[in-house]
């Protein structure tokens, strides 16, 4: 399957919900610590296993996520570590990029997550504890949520509620929060450490899922939050992201720092269905398309980008 290979260190990717062969890629320089960063926008050849890349955009610093805009096709924003999230129009000539930058966090830009149900607002996580709404028409935020006591990684728009997400933050809880609420309607303390991602099913609207520095995902109903549904353990080290299939119910793919990539079926006692062990260094990116059923992509601090189907090996040319 086709591999891409990035000048700087992988740190998320991303499927474009447009066109099933493009992807966002998002690296920083030195492993994300100091120097620049570089977002790439790459296409799979529809007639060989190669990658091509249709544009990359420099910044002065590295670049922790990115996420595709859900009404036009050709933009995406950008989580930078100097606190900004800019947007790029691939469609733009490079000079007219970035289109926007919006610069509100105090600190770095950890995740991003554009709404998919109403697709004209994205939700940023910093690392300065907060969460920012924006539109791209404003030039500033809409609203900030401030509660976590720690910095937030990663937020997720539930798939079917428009005004409502879940926040995961080093503070060891996940938040639920309904835009249209003062604050957050739900703490989960999911965990006995940093939380580092969270995501919502896409089937049952009600189920969220959490991963950790414990080495865990915790697969929580909201309806009764007390305990988890599921707990998948098989990582050797932090889990750094998860994500729900956008096709299988039960079907969750998560990376971590233990260098792998594993697939789980959250509802079978024999959770872990399958591992993939391709990467040499951190995986911290991970992604599922939506347009094509099965369909997988990684990063990871090898400078790296697999992409593959499931069921093959992400090494098999």
């Known amino acids: ?20 062969s493009r992807l966002a890629v998002a690296t920083a ?20 296993p190669t990658i091509n890349e249709l544009i990359a955009y420099d910044t002065a610093d590295g670049v922790y996520d990115v996420a595709w805009s859900e009404s036009h096709d050709s933009v995406l924003v950008a989580a930078i570590a100097d606190g900004s999230v800019k947007v790029y129009d691939t469609a733009l000539p490079p000079q007219s990029n970035p289109l926007r930058s919006f610069k509100e ?23 300065d504890d907060s969460v ?4 791209l028409d404003r030039p500033a935020s809409l609203r900030t949520f401030r509660e976590h006591a720690y910095c937030v990684y990663s937020v997720a728009w539930n798939p079917k509620h428009a005004d409502i997400f ?29 939380i580092l991602s969270c995501d919502w099913n896409k089937y049952d609207d009600c189920l969220i899922a959490s991963a950790s520095v414990d ?30 299939s956008p096709h299988k119910r039960n079907l969750i793919v998560s990376c971590s720092y233990d260098m792998t990539v594993c697939l789980w079926d959250f509802m079978v006692e024999d959770a872990l269905v399958g591992r993939h062990d391709h990467h040499t260094e951190f995986v911290v990116g991970v992604d599922l398309s939506v347009l094509v059923d ?9 400078e790296l980008v697999y992409v593959w189907q499931q069921g093959m090996d992400p090494r098999a040319v």
């Not at 099965?294 to 090898?302: E, F, I, V, Y």
Request: proline letters at 6%.
């Open 29 to 48: 320089q030195n492993f994300g610590i100091l120097g620049n960063g570089r977002v790439h926008v790459i296409d799979l050849s529809p007639t060989s």
């Open 215 to 244: 080495k865990s995902i915790r697969i929580w109903d909201v309806r009764n939050y007390r305990v988890p549904l599921s707990v998948l353990n098989g990582h050797g080290y932090a889990i750094r992201k998860i994500k729900f």
């Open 105 to 127: 966090h105090a600190r770095e830009v950890h995740g991003l997550d554009y709404n998919p149900t109403r697709r004209d607002s994205f939700l940023s996580a910093s690392w």
């Open 132 to 135: 920012k709404l924006w539109t």
């Open 294 to 302: 099965g369909l997988m992509a990684s990063t990871g601090w090898d």
């Open 1 to 20: 399957m086709p591999v891409f290979k990035t000048p700087f260190n992988g740190y998320s990717v991303r499927f474009s919900p447009f066109y099933e």
């Open 166 to 194: 879940a926040s995961a933050s080093g503070d060891c809880t996940v938040r639920i929060w309904d835009v249209r609420e003062p604050g957050s309607t739900m703490i989960i303390p999911g965990h006995e450490h940093e």
